[in-house]
Nanobody
Framework: QVHLVESGGGLVQAGGSLNVSCAAS????????MAWFRQGSGKEREFVAF????????HYADSVNGRFTISKDRAKNQVHLQMNRLKPEDTAVYYC?????????????????WGQGTQVTVSS
């Protein structure tokens, strides 16, 4: 059975940094494209970043490009999202998602597995 468990969320001031992690079990990161999505209060879930199964292709939403970095730790079967220069508009629940195969996508409907989310709050 597949489980994705996020951790590392919290409260940070604008301009600060956070690193959120996703621990995966029941699947191998070598076969799955992993992504982060977020959902702010009253908003739709939106794409943040993905990293393909090989780990060569990374893609970011325009709103976070240059500030966020997605990475994989194959030894620990974990995915990380390093978030720098955080802004109040980054406040959201951040979700880890997995899609079998080597191609990422911005559409959340294409991801088979999801974590429960971790709250990130950025104060101004």
């Amino acid at each position: 059975q597949v489980h994705l468990v996020e951790s590392g969320g919290g409260l940070v001031q604008a301009g600060g940094s956070l690193n959120v992690s996703c621990a995966a079990s029941g699947l191998s990161l070598n076969s799955y494209t992993m992504a982060w999505f977020r959902q702010g209060s009253g908003k739709e879930r939106e794409f943040v970043a993905f990293i393909d199964a090989v780990g060569f292709v990374r893609h970011y939403a325009d709103s976070v490009n240059g500030r966020f970095t997605i990475s994989k730790d194959r030894a620990k079967n974990q995915v990380h999202l390093q978030m720098n220069r955080l802004k109040p508009e980054d406040t959201a629940v951040y979700y880890c998602a997995a899609r079998l195969g080597f191609y990422g996508d911005h559409d959340p409907r294409l991801y088979e597995y999801w974590g429960q989310g971790t709250q990130v709050t950025v104060s101004s």
